[in-house]
């Protein structure tokens, strides 16, 4: 297994431009999990899919903010019109759907800042 | 509403003095599963240990030990013997089966190991 991959590791951005991340879970991982880490916080969960469904959004989830899993694997997370407010780690994690579904493995994440 | 609390922001401890970190859970449901994480200051979130609700044996890795108590909802990490190397943030995690297991995690407990 070559793990959770997460691109960009990093990405600067203006105010009011929009920013896709992409998750690449790991590779027989039905579950697909998004979430977000502030500075000195824990992770708040932000969505999840299992297989291509979009199973359950957090309140966090504005409607900036948008997620897709279109055949199962990858997943994307844009943000429309950042605010600065959304500066932050975005990780993505990813399990089996049988057997150990309820252990995760967390990517390196991907780190926003908006200027 | 599950909820994780970890009261301690910050502890500072010398080499080889040993330390617990605290973590209390909420929750309502009768399986769930606890987890504790390191993140270094890399950020890559680090697998320590899983829990079951169903299993209160306490378990021992090395200088690293677990205090699972369902009676009073705690589940404490403790590290004897500590060592610079162990400095980092450790997160408390839970998660619910009927929330999809996607984990909730405490705010954190940043360790500083001096020399």
């Known amino acids: 297994d070559t793990g959770v991959s997460q691109n960009p590791r990093h990405k600067i951005t203006k105010r009011g431009q929009n920013v896709t991340f992409r998750c690449d879970p790991i590779?027989?991982?039905?579950?697909l999990y998004w979430y977000r880490q502030t500075l000195g916080q824990g992770p708040e969960f932000l969505t999840y899919?299992?297989?291509?469904?979009?199973?359950?959004k957090s309140r966090l989830l504005s409607d900036r903010f948008s997620a897709e899993r279109p055949k199962g694997s990858f997943s994307t997370l844009e943000i429309q019109r950042t605010e600065q407010g959304d500066s932050a780690m975005y990780l993505c994690?990813?399990?089996?759907?049988?057997?150990?579904?309820?252990?995760?493995?967390f990517g390196p994440g991907t780190r926003l800042t908006v200027t | 509403a599950q909820k994780v609390t970890q009261a301690q922001t910050e502890i500072s401890v010398v080499e080889k003095e040993d330390v617990t970190l605290d973590c209390v859970y909420e929750?309502?449901?009768?399986?769930?599963?606890l987890f504790w994480y390191k993140q270094p200051p890399s950020g890559e979130l680090v697998f320590l240990i899983r829990?079951?609700?169903?299993?209160?044996q306490n378990e021992i890795s090395g200088r690293y030990s677990w205090n699972f108590q369902k009676s009073t909802s705690s589940f404490n990490f403790t590290i004897t013997a500590s060592q610079v190397v162990d400095s980092a943030v450790y997160f408390c995690?839970?998660?619910?089966?009927?929330?999809?297991?996607?984990?909730?995690f405490g705010a954190g407990t940043r360790l500083f190991v001096k020399a």
């Open positions: 829990r079951n609700s169903f299993d209160e």
């Open positions: 995690a839970l998660s619910e089966y009927t929330g999809g297991f996607k984990t909730i």
């Open positions: 590779s027989e991982h039905n579950r």
């Open positions: 929750t309502r449901d009768t399986t769930y599963y």
């Open positions: 899919f299992q297989n291509e469904a979009q199973l359950e």
């Open positions: 994690a990813s399990s089996e759907n049988t057997g150990n579904y309820y252990e995760q493995y």
